[in-house]
């Protein structure tokens, strides 16, 4: 069982920047596909980022180009560094874990953490 833990969501001004953390409680954690989603207020979950274990990336349109998503093995934590930032980007932020591949689907990812709330005002 794969736990997870957001840290990092808070209240910024449009234009600013933040960085999320995800922790893994997995030793196996270097292993994993990493992602990224959120979720709106009366929206549905959305795909924003995800890393392999390879360290191959990949974004949502909304996010290429001012998201990027890294992570360091040792540390068994995963970034999402998010920067000229949007009222549109405020949502709950998860991280969530697969066994293998990369995609975009939520149902495709195995473990989920609590979500860390971003807010961007205008």
């Known amino acids: 069982q794969v736990q997870l833990v957001e840290s990092g969501g808070g209240l910024v001004q449009a234009g600013g920047s933040l960085r999320l953390s995800c922790a893994a409680s997995?030793?196996?954690?270097?292993?994993?596909?990493m992602g990224w989603f959120r979720q709106g207020p009366g929206k549905e979950r959305e795909f924003v980022a995800a890393?392999?274990?390879?360290?191959?990336?990949y974004y949502s349109d909304s996010a290429k180009g001012r998201f990027t998503i890294s992570r360091d093995n040792a540390k068994n934590t995963v970034y999402l560094q998010m920067i000229s930032l949007k009222p549109e980007d405020t949502a709950v932020y998860y991280c969530?874990?697969?066994?293998?591949?990369?995609?975009?689907?939520?149902?495709?990812?195995?473990?989920w953490g609590q979500g860390t709330q971003v807010t961007v005002s205008s």
């Open positions: 969530a874990a697969r066994r293998s591949g990369l995609g975009s689907r939520p149902d495709t990812y195995n473990y």
């Open positions: 890393i392999t274990s390879s360290g191959t990336t």
């Open positions: 997995e030793r196996t954690f270097s292993t994993y596909t």
